[in-house]
């Protein structure tokens, strides 16, 4: 069965940096345009950061561009989401998903509804 699993997630204190993973399991990723979305306790799911197929462009929303860092390693088949600087307000769970994409186009943003494939996620707490 086709699966995105996320990881990295945990207890942070503010300042502080994590990184999360994105591995997807029977497809390779190389050629996917993937997302990553959080929710917050009593919030909308809201995006975070993409990165198109064959790493065409980037995307990040305007809360952490300068902080967090988005990333695609081939070889394993993953794509990380480098989080610096980490506020309270970056609590939430962080879900990545992944969207199959037309080749040498920059898809970023990409609409929540149209990705394929998503991920269980993975919970990130900022506290001191």
């Known amino acids: 069965q086709v699966q995105l699993v996320e990881s990295g997630g945990g207890l942070v204190q503010p300042g502080g940096s994590l990184r999360l993973s994105c591995t997807a399991s029977?497809?390779?990723?190389?050629?996917?345009?993937v997302g990553w979305y959080r929710q917050a306790p009593g919030k909308e799911r809201e995006g975070v950061s993409c990165?198109?197929?064959?790493?065409?462009?980037?995307y990040y929303a305007e809360f952490v561009k300068g902080r967090f860092h988005i990333s695609r390693d081939i070889a394993k088949n993953t794509v990380y989401l480098q989080m610096n600087s980490l506020k309270p307000e970056d609590t939430a769970v962080y879900y990545c998903?992944?969207?199959?994409?037309?080749?040498?186009?920059?898809?970023?943003?990409?609409?929540?509804?149209?990705?394929?494939?998503w991920g269980q996620g993975t919970r990130v707490t900022v506290s001191s």
């Open positions: 998903a992944a969207v199959d994409s037309a080749p040498m186009v920059d898809m970023c943003p990409v609409m929540q509804y149209e990705y394929a494939y």
């Open positions: 029977l497809f390779t990723l190389d050629s996917y345009t």
């Open positions: 990165i198109s197929g064959h790493d065409v462009g980037t």
